[in-house]
């Protein structure tokens, strides 16, 4: 009997170690230690102290980091664990739950009838959610919305964020033409859902751009004629660092700054530290530190 309890009492032990755990995350191109920190949320001082970072300005692709007390789940290009699916039967097919970040407004569209369409209450209520931060406004893209609802749908219903809808024209763009500019694209995070699961069922779309910004909190979606592709490293408010030249580009993460850091999310509690690293992009008291290939 007694060695039956020591038996329960040890395998409780190991399964407690296995529920918060370190686990190994391999640096690839691109990636920071304020990204990898807000992956898994975690600071950067308790990864420069787990992994006795003499140089916390230089990572090194192929560089093993050990990402200390968390569980062996989350995953950010490369890192090893077991990834959830995502995927869930639709509470509501058809309906997108959505809520504009910058304003805490939310509002429900019905983009799919017994036809497939999207109705014009839908279309009005989207184009005043995706509106720029100035108040200007354009009509939004019918088939952009479908296209959100098939996301909507693939995901559960769960809430869609926006980050960033329309915006007007401006000189100091980084791309020439942006659909963001004519109401046909979305800067957006699913709620519960890490953007890198999103972006890869984005791409399963038909003539779709996606953009994926891993330092920024973002997947960017557009209705196109052919689809394209891109990855942007920059952090908000930087020139744009993309992945290979590529025509197609839509946007560069700074021509979202704004949204953006309203969407930040809030600096995990860094307990007694006097100076805690913060975990997101931007001024910081911590070197931004990116890897080079």
């Not at 369409?117 to 919305?145: C, F, N």
């Not at 996301?151 to 964020?161: A, C, E, K, L, Q």
Request: with cysteine.
């Amino acid at each position: 009997m007694r060695s039956l309890q020591f038996a329960v009492f040890t395998a409780a032990l190991c399964w407690g170690g296995a529920a918060r755990a370190d686990i190994t995350h391999i640096v690839a191109r691109g990636h920071t230690l304020d990204a990898i920190a807000h992956r898994y949320h975690v600071t950067v001082k308790a990864i420069v102290d787990a992994n006795h970072l003499h140089d916390p300005k230089r990572l090194r692709v192929g560089q093993k980091l050990v990402i200390p007390g968390v569980s062996p789940t989350p995953t950010l290009h490369g890192a090893p664990g077991h990834t959830p699916n995502y995927a869930a039967r639709p509470r509501t097919p058809g309906v997108i739950h959505i809520k504009r970040i910058a304003t805490n407004e939310e509002a429900v569209l019905r983009v799919g009838d017994r036809r497939g369409r999207v109705s014009p209450a839908a279309l009005k209520t989207a184009e005043r959610m995706w509106r720029y931060p100035g108040g200007q406004t354009h009509p939004i893209d019918a088939r952009l919305l479908a296209l959100l609802g098939v996301v909507s749908n693939h995901f559960g219903s769960r809430r869609i964020d926006i980050i960033s809808g329309f915006r007007p024209y401006s000189p100091t763009q980084y791309t020439a033409h942006s659909n963001h500019n004519v109401g046909q694209a979305v800067d957006f995070r699913v709620e519960g859902v890490p953007n890198e699961v999103v972006r890869d069922f984005c791409r399963t779309l038909h003539n779709v751009g996606v953009g994926y910004y891993p330092n920024s909190v973002f997947v960017h979606l557009d209705s196109r004629t052919s689809s394209a592709y891109w990855v942007d490293f920059s952090h908000p408010g930087e020139a744009p660092k993309y992945d290979a030249p590529n025509p197609a580009i839509d946007e560069g993460a700074s021509d979202v700054t704004d949204e953006v850091h309203a969407a930040a999310p809030a600096e995990p509690n860094a307990g007694t530290q006097q100076n805690p690293a913060p975990t997101t992009g931007g001024s910081t008291s911590t070197p931004s530190t990116e890897a080079k290939p």
